[in-house]
């Protein structure tokens, strides 16, 4: 099987749904979202490729993974009545993972630069890139609102990216920097 198909070629791209294949503008909101929201796996993919200091923080970023390719086959998936692969217990488990990441950090009392580690700073990319996906995301839910719960998941994704920064300089030593501005 070739990896091209050609099909691309004039700035199309092909959804999936209950009528079948529709074919959309590579620049329209739905692919725009479901673009950034590729774009933030990568990176997270990027920052565990540095190493993020233990096992238990490399699987919880391999786990976010996983559910951004779900969010991703949501997004290009048209069908009305599809079955989404996110759901309200995946936004619960990033909060749950972001207040026990949050007890083992010193307070935040103040903004930080990003930085530190190189999986420290890929996090902090992965983070806005997330942000990112999380606005891109915003212009498509006001087009079709059903994919309100997908908005709230990244945009608590992007929370837990900026704890799990810390959490991967604090693992390897390095204090957190504060802004001075």
Known sequence: MKIYTKTGDLGETSLWGKAGLKRTQKNSARVEAYGSVDETNAVIGAARAEGVGSEEL??????????????GADLSNINPERQDRICEDD?????????RLDGELPPLKQFILPGGTKASA????????????????LTFVQEDPSYALH???????????FMAARRANQ???VPDTAAEF
């Open 58 to 71: 490399d699987g919880l970023l391999a786990r976010c993974q996983h559910r951004l390719f779900g969010v």
């Open 91 to 99: 936004v619960v488990q990033l909060e749950t993972w972001i207040d």
């Open 122 to 137: 890929m996090l902090h990319l992965a983070r806005t890139v997330a942000r990112r996906a999380e606005r891109r995301l």
């Open 151 to 161: 908005l709230k998941y990244m945009n608590r994704l992007s929370d837990f990216l």
């Open 171 to 173: 693992l390897a030593g």
